[in-house]
């Protein structure tokens, strides 16, 4: 196996929550940011490490596979992507952020298939690697965690700047896109700060075609212990907090969804 293959920590068959129809998602596994609420620390990682689980027994994370492989794999559910108008959603991490000759293989070869490709982002990708993607990719699920950047090497460990160019390349190259927003109260859900946001968006003149604003949750905290790292919490919205935000992207835009 050449060693710029990545490393994928989990392949997820009849997903519906990433994207349209059902899906197959691939989480590859490594990321350039280290956001403090992330659900998935072992996506964090470039390289495979051990999970403790809770009676002791101890997994590996973190697995290669050939693009013929994965082509395998994803191709079983091809009948499914055609009937429900979905495909193969590739993730992570941060799948922009693996060999970019692996990944533009992979997507060549599903869109050779007629397979819908989702690729769901932070945006902290080379900018070549997201106008190549684009040729393949049906749609983009893209992060836009803190437009203040501040904010953003706060919490993610990274500036923003290279999140809000490639999202105005995405713009330019007339990517489908569905904006995906984390809520973190008292962080990032003032009015001041969803204002901000969509401005930023609306002088850009990025076309969102859905705007999925996404509650903090806890599920997928304890893995962090068996990581041997340490968890934070954040404070869980409420629901009429996910409500007003609701209400003020929707004077921006019609398409709003909390939960995605
Ligand atoms: S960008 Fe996503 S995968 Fe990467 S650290 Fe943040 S939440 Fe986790």
Redesign the pocket.
Known sequence: MPSRTPYVFNIQHFSTHDGPGIRTTIFFKG?P???QW?H?PE??LFEPEIMTQNDGKKELVGKQYTIDELMTDVLKDHMIYDQSGGGVTLS???VLAMDRDYILELARRLDEQEVSIGIDT?GVAATRTVEQICEYADFFLY?LKFIDDDLHRKY?GGSNHLVLKNLQVLAANNARIFLRLIMLPGINTSTDMIERTMLWLRTNNIPVEQVDILPYHKYGMDKYAKLGRKAIYFEVPEDDEMQRVKSEIEKFYDNVTIGG
Do not use: P
């Open positions: 990321c940011l280290r956001c992330c998935n996506s964090q992570g991490g941060e932070c992060d993610t």
